[in-house]
């Protein structure tokens, strides 16, 4: 329960006792109910329309002034919610306050639910395509799939015929609301694989876990773009976390940008990490990084910043078959693929990488664009490289002094008995 503290009207005018009758309080009835008693999550309480009346000894009654500091109650949820007023060590109620959620926003309570949304945006399963723009969905609760192999959340129709295909966006907001889908299973050959396929400019994922019972791709035809929680990203992934190992290629003559968390961003990701190994593996270029295969900035998206900020992955990196450039990195491949800036900062990682190179390193294979007070651990990645993220010692990575720059007051956090004693999100 909560205890309002913004500022209400009164809704009535006084409470007219004289002091020298020496009565007391007998107790507090609501004798008028609200105007209001519909609310959707989140909302206010509006007191208008309602009436408190005060009893006392004498048998004499009196209106009570009701103020903000006197209400509890709570619409951070959905369901039928009592409201109590608390005056002078007594209490009412007002019963049967209905709470909802807005038009705009639907709640996902079972994996039915959730392939469902997969299905919509996609245009499989009989339903036309929808991208959800402006559209908000909640996951209520955690959810572990049981149901076969994860359909991805937007999609890419290449083909041989059609290498490039059509693309099915996500640009709603999904809330995982703190929760965590798991048993995941990616595999087979889709083209964007990831818990989503593809979220777009205006989408949004925040607050999501997803632990991956299996992702092995193999992409006949096209590019491959793979990632535990999206395979391209070009709006905003928040506080969202994979877990699990992810592996995928393509055995076209073409490109594979594979990461723990996504596998091409040019959006912002903020506060995630990764702690599966990555593989991946391509007849062209490979970009591989423990977070994200690639950032790449595009002038129409967010005036080509793409950034990852606040992030971490622990993975091990490796790579199978490469025919042409390897771009391998413990958090990022390949950081700025064209020639607009893309932005690492206060990141981290601490993964084995296991390939060689000039566009091969510690943090990132190649940087392109801006690289601010992020590192690596020297030790565990086997790698010394600089200009590319900074290398520190297992010790060094452990201790909050080499993080001098970051915020461990509300984003960070750093203990011997948590994360293996390395920095941790909040």
């Known amino acids: 329960m909560t205890v309002a503290c913004l ?9 007219g006792k004289d002091d020298d009758n020496e009565v007391t309080l007998l107790s507090i009835a609501v004798t008028k109910q609200p105007t209001i008693k519909t609310y959707t999550v989140g909302e206010t309480f509006d007191p208008g329309g309602m009436v408190v009346t005060a009893t006392y000894s004498n048998n004499s009654t009196s209106p009570v002034t009701v103020t903000a500091d006197m209400l509890t109650y709570d619409f951070s949820t959905v369901g039928t919610k009592t409201l109590t007023i608390t005056y002078n060590g007594k209490t009412a109620e007002v019963t049967g306050i209905t709470v909802s ?14 392939r469902e949304l997969a299905q919509k945006v996609n245009g499989t399963g009989g339903f036309t395509e929808n991208s959800f723009e402006g559209h908000t969905f909640v996951l209520v609760n955690d959810i572990t799939l049981t149901s076969g192999d994860w359909e991805p959340i937007g999609r890419n129709t290449a083909t041989a015929v059609d290498p490039d295909g059509k693309s099915f966006l996500f640009e709603g907001t999904f809330d995982g609301n703190g929760k965590v889908v798991s ?17 777009g400019e205006n989408g949004c994922v925040k607050n999501l876990g997803v632990n991956i019972a299996e992702f092995d791709v193999t992409i006949p035809y096209g590019n491959t773009y793979a990632g535990g929680i999206a395979g391209t990203n070009a709006g905003t992934i928040e506080k969202c976390f994979a ?9 076209w003559l073409a490109h594979v940008f594979v990461g723990g968390l996504v596998g091409s961003n040019a959006g912002i990701i903020s506060k995630c990490y990764a702690t599966g190994n990555v593989h991946a ?27 990852i900020m606040n992030s971490y992955a622990t993975g091990n990196v490796s790579v199978g078959t490469c025919d042409w450039t ?36 510690g943090l990132m294979g190649t940087n392109r664009g801006t690289v601010t007070a992020s590192y ?15 290398p520190k010692t297992t010790t060094e990575m452990k201790s909050q002094s080499t993080f001098a720059d970051w915020n461990f007051s509300n984003i960070w956090g750093i203990s011997a008995g948590t994360n293996s004693g390395y920095p941790y999100l909040r």
């Open 243 to 251: 877990t699990g190992d992810v592996k995928a290629g393509t055995t």
């Open 101 to 114: 959620v807005p038009a705009n926003v639907t709640t996902i309570t079972t994996e039915a639910e959730l």
């Open 326 to 361: 390897l771009y391998m990195g413990g958090l990022v491949g390949d950081n700025g693929y064209s020639v607009t800036t893309t932005i690492v900062e206060n990141c981290y990682s601490t993964g084995l990488v296991s390939g060689a190179g000039s566009n091969v390193g």
């Open 281 to 307: 593996f391509a007849s062209a270029n490979v970009y591989v990084g423990g977070l994200a295969g690639i950032i790449w900035g595009s002038p129409t998206i967010l005036d080509g910043k793409a950034t």
């Open 7 to 15: 500022a209400i009207a009164a809704v009535s005018i006084s409470c």
């Open 183 to 199: 048993n995941v299973v990616i595999k087979g050959s889709i083209n964007w694989p990831g818990f989503f396929g593809a979220v």
């Open 376 to 390: 690596y651990d020297s030790q565990t990645s086997g790698k010394s490289d600089t200009g590319k993220g900074e």
